[in-house]
């Protein structure tokens, strides 16, 4: 997971699809908002999984409460 970022329980973006607006929905996720790119990175069973949106694509957003914290990793020599 992204270092320092929390996890939710749920992450909910309304997504613009044209002239559409849609709910989508990411479970025990992080995001992290950077530059113009909101980031959404999930943890599986099989490995890490990361979608990528960009600001314009987005209409708004909601975060449950977070589920844990990681604690950033240091690397020492």
């Given amino acids: ?34 530059g113009n790119n909101l980031l959404i990175i999930t943890e599986t069973e099989g490995g890490t999984k990361g979608k990528v949106y960009q600001m314009e694509e987005i209409d708004g957003y909601q975060l449950s409460t977070p589920t844990s ?5 240091v690397l020492q020599d």
């Fill in 1 to 34: 997971m992204m270092p320092g970022a929390p996890i939710y329980e749920k992450v909910e973006l309304l997504v613009k699809e044209g002239s559409n607006i849609i709910n989508v929905v990411h479970k025990n996720s992080g995001m992290v908002i950077t």
């Fill in 69 to 73: 914290v990681k604690e950033p990793e």
